[in-house]
């Protein structure tokens, strides 16, 4: 992800960063190294505006959470 320089030629690698990220310090955190864009899904699942099956968003509330520090 973060730029390189081989010889005179500079290769810069852009990604997609997911995985983990569950808030704005994540965001920026990927956006430290390079990413051009953060995917954030499983939080979001349980949001009302999302196309997710109903049971599907129950299943996941009904899961303990677990808090990462």
Known sequence: MLPRT???MHIVAQG???GGI???A???AA???S???AQMGTAFILCPETDADEAYRKALADQPR???A
């Open 16 to 18: 997609i960063e997911a």
């Open 26 to 28: 994540g965001m920026a």
């Open 66 to 68: 677990f808090i990462h």
């Open 31 to 33: 956006f430290a190294l």
């Open 6 to 8: 081989q010889g005179r």
């Open 22 to 24: 569950m808030d704005g």
């Open 35 to 37: 990413a051009v864009a």
